[in-house]
C-alpha cells in the first residue's frame, strides 16, 4: 500500500515538519512526499524538504519519494487545488493520502 503525504510549503520549518512528525508518531509514516513549492520558499525549500524526508527515515521508514508541484504565483488557487486533487485520485483503492 502506498502511503502518500501532501502538503504546501512554508518558510517556517515548524509548520512543514511537525504536522509530518505527528502523523508519523501515529503510525502513518509515508512512501512519498508531494510538496507544494510557491515563489515565496525561496531558499528554504531544501532545507525543509531535507528535513521532512529525515523525519520519515527516523521514523523507520525508507528515502521516500519526494514530488514538487512548482506554482508560479501563491494565489494560484487552481493550481493548488490540483496539487491536492491530482495524487487522490491518482490512487488505487489500497492506497493512503494524508494532507
Request: glycine share 6%; charged share 25%; with cysteine.
Amino acid at each position: 500500500m502506498v502511503r502518500a503525504w501532501v502538503t504546501t510549503m512554508s518558510t517556517d520549518l515548524e509548520a512543514v515538519v511537525n504536522p509530518l512528525a505527528a502523523a508519523c508518531e501515529s503510525g502513518y509514516v509515508p512512501d512519498e512526499l508531494r510538496v507544494l513549492r510557491n515563489p515565496g520558499v525561496g531558499d528554504r525549500f531544501d532545507t525543509i524538504t531535507s528535513m521532512m524526508e529525515r523525519v520519515v527515515v527516523e521514523y523507520g521508514g525508507d528515502d521516500p519519494t519526494l514530488e514538487v508541484t512548482d506554482l508560479d504565483s501563491e494565489t494560484d488557487f487552481e493550481g493548488i487545488v490540483e496539487h491536492f486533487r491530482t495524487p487522490i485520485e491518482a490512487m488505487d483503492d489500497a492506497a493512503c493520502v494524508a494532507t
